[in-house]
């Protein structure tokens, strides 16, 4: 596992899944929790991978008007998704519990930023 994903597995027992992603929304380092599996299949999983990087395609149409996209959060039932944008189109992916805090979210988008 890449530093990253061991930081943020460190910071909270509820971060479930950490991944850089390309620009095609493909995993280009990071992976799942030890000991845990994903909630869907893995073809669902991917499909979430993709759907993360179309999002990301989607919010820089309107930067020059709003400015640029910090993350962006999806709560459902069973899984909070946070997407954080990065330099040279990546995109870092974390899922965690549903109950993990929003008050947490300012520490990780440190963790984000403070690995480049």
């Given at each position: 596992?890449?530093?990253l994903a061991?930081?943020?597995?460190g910071f909270d027992s509820r971060i479930r899944y950490v991944a850089v992603l390309d620009a095609f929304g493909r995993t280009v380092e990071g992976g799942?929790?030890?000991g845990l599996s994903s909630l869907e299949p893995k073809e669902e999983a991917d499909k979430v991978d993709v759907q993360v990087a179309l999002i990301r395609g989607m919010t820089e149409g309107a930067s020059e008007y709003l400015g640029s996209?910090?993350?962006v959060i999806l709560h459902r039932e069973k899984l909070m998704l946070m997407a954080f944008p990065r330099?040279?189109?990546k995109t870092v992916l974390i899922t965690a519990?549903?109950?993990f805090p929003l008050e947490r979210v300012p520490t990780l988008i440190e963790m984000v930023e403070s690995t480049g």
């Open positions: 596992m890449n530093s061991d930081l943020m597995f799942m929790r030890p996209t910090n993350y330099k040279g189109g519990e549903p109950d």
